[in-house]
């Protein structure tokens, strides 16, 4: 089965403090993709990023940073030096195929609180 | 280009009625899918379609249907609807699974 687990519920940081998001996933297949959405208070879902199983590069976009590690199922989310416009909901997501079914799945979010 | 589109944003229902969330795309996407978003439980699949004519269950099915009757429209229906089903959905979009998802602004139902 696929499922993705976002441990921490909430954070809270003050502005310009760096945060990091956990992402721990568990699937069967050899090829997945795992990916990061944002959802503000104004309720919309923003993709922020996608890599394949194949890739373990990490990737920095400007504040953001993701550090993907098989060997632990991990693919978590940096921001450094937050600033009050990241306080969102973030959620991580896995797509597999298991078993003739295409699966895109989200884990319960991580709803980050920075403060000015 | 309006992406993903859902329809109604708000809706009010009373036990044991039935509706139809509509959902367009016209992106030519073939893998669409809607969930749930209940407090404290993230995002829920409840279906999806990997192309025309072909549709499967998600995490959360059980009182609701769809259908794929073309590449553009996936509309969900709540047979009879039950306050466990008041949460706001979303409906996705994507090239394929292994691509981004776009999603609607959402609908936020609630059944009384």
């Known amino acids: 089965a696929q499922k993705v687990t976002q441990a921490q519920t909430e954070i809270s940081v003050v502005e310009k403090e760096d945060v990091t998001l956990d992402c721990v996933y568990e699937t069967r297949d050899t090829t997945y993709y795992l990916f990061w959405y944002k959802q503000p208070p104004s309720g919309e879902l923003v993709f922020l990023i996608r890599?394949?199983?194949?890739?373990?590069q990490n990737e920095i976009s400007g504040r953001y940073s993701w550090n993907f590690q098989k060997s632990t199922s991990s693919f978590n989310f940096t921001i450094t030096a937050s600033q009050v416009v990241d306080s969102a909901v973030y959620f991580c997501?896995?797509?597999?195929?298991?078993?003739?079914?295409?699966?895109?799945?989200f884990g319960k979010g991580t709803k980050l609180t920075v403060n000015p | 280009n309006a992406g993903v589109t859902q329809t109604p944003k708000f809706q009010v229902l009373k036990t044991g009625q039935s509706m139809t969330l509509q959902c367009a795309q016209d992106?030519?996407?073939?893998?669409m899918s809607w969930y749930r978003q209940d407090p404290g439980m993230g995002l829920r699949l409840i279906h999806y379609?990997?192309?025309?004519?072909?549709?499967d269950q998600g995490e959360v099915p059980n009182g609701y249907n769809v259908s794929r009757s073309t590449t553009e429209d996936f509309p969900l229906r709540l047979l009879s609807a039950a306050p466990s089903q008041t949460s706001v959905y979303f409906c996705a979009s994507s090239h394929t699974r292994e691509t981004e998802a776009f999603f609607g602004q959402g609908t936020r139902l609630t059944v009384v």
């Open positions: 997501a896995l797509s597999g195929h298991q078993g003739g079914s295409e699966k895109l799945v």
């Open positions: 992106m030519n996407h073939e893998y």
């Open positions: 890599r394949n199983s194949f890739d373990e």
């Open positions: 379609s990997v192309g025309a004519g072909i549709t």
